[in-house]
C-alpha cells in the first residue's frame, strides 16, 4: 500500500486526512510530539479500516524529524505523500511592534527549517516509487502565508518563507513527477462547517494530491 506521513497530526485536520486518503487506500504514519495522542489515533483509525502508525517528532529538531521519517519508512514503507501541517505555538503569535529577533528563533525553526529537513529527507525515497505512484508534498498553512498579519509576526514572517521555499519545491520538482502545493487556510477550522470543516479541509489536500496542477488551494474567509 502507499504511504501517506503527516507531521503535525492530532484530531483535527490531521485525523480527518488521514481518513481521506486511508479511505482511498493509503497507509498512515501519523507524525507529533505527543505519543500518547498518535497511539491513539492510529488505534481509531485501525478500528476504522485504516493502517496506521504512530510516531514521535519536534518539528523545531531537523535531527529529530529526519529520525523519526526513516523509523516510519522503515516500518511502514516509502512515503508517497507528505503533509506538513503542525499547529504553531501561541508564543508565535506577537503583534510586530512586540516581536524581537529572538522570538523569530522559534518560528523559523517550525516553518522553515523543519519543512526542509521532512522534504529531503522523503524526497530521495519518492525518486524511486515504482511505475503509478503519485508522490505529493502538501503544506497548511494559516492566512498570513499569503497575507502578513502585523498582529501575528512570528507566523507571518516563517510562513513567507515556507510559502517562497514550496514555490520553488512546485517549480523544480514538477519535471519529476512529484506535485508540491499548499493549502491556505484563514482563521480557525470548525467542526462540521460546510467550508471551514476539517472535513472539507481534507477533502482540499486529497483534490491538490489528485489534480496535481494548482501549487495553492486558498479557503475563504479572514484570520
Do not use: C
Not at 486511508?22 to 485501525?46: F, H, K, M, P, W
Not at 522553515?112 to 524511486?128: D, I, K, N, S
Amino acid at each position: 500500500m502507499p504511504v501517506m506521513a503527516i507531521i503535525g497530526a492530532g484530531r483535527g485536520l490531521g485525523a480527518e486526512t488521514a481518513r481521506r486518503f486511508g479511505r482511498e487506500g493509503y497507509d498512515i504514519a501519523l507524525i507529533a510530539r505527543n505519543q500518547q495522542r498518535v497511539t491513539d489515533l492510529a488505534q481509531e483509525l485501525s478500528g476504522e479500516g485504516i493502517t496506521a502508525g504512530g510516531f514521535v517528532a519536534d518539528v523545531r529538531d531537523p535531527d529529530s524529524i529526519t529520525h523519526t521519517l526513516d523509523t516510519a519508512a522503515q516500518a511502514m514503507g516509502p512515503v508517497e505523500v507528505l503533509q506538513y501541517s503542525p499547529l504553531p505555538d501561541k508564543t508565535f503569535l506577537r503583534p510586530v511592534l512586540e516581536t524581537t529577533a529572538a522570538d523569530l528563533v522559534g518560528p523559523v525553526e517550525f516553518s522553515v527549517y523543519g519543512p526542509v529537513a521532512a522534504v529531503r529527507q522523503v524526497l530521495p525515497g519518492m525518486r524511486y516509487l515504482p511505475d503509478g505512484a503519485r508522490p505529493s508534498i502538501l503544506f497548511v498553512n494559516g492566512g498570513s502565508a499569503v497575507v502578513p498579519n502585523s498582529g501575528v509576526a512570528g507566523t507571518s514572517i516563517a510562513f513567507a518563507g515556507l510559502t517562497a521555499y514550496a514555490q520553488m519545491l512546485h517549480e523544480v520538482l514538477a519535471d519529476e513527477g512529484i506535485h508540491v502545493a499548499q493549502l491556505v487556510i484563514p482563521g480557525a477550522m470548525v467542526d462540521g462547517d460546510p467550508v471551514k470543516g476539517p472535513d472539507v479541509m481534507a477533502g482540499h489536500l486529497w483534490g491538490l494530491h489528485t489534480g496535481r496542477s494548482d501549487f495553492r488551494h486558498q479557503v475563504e474567509g479572514s484570520d
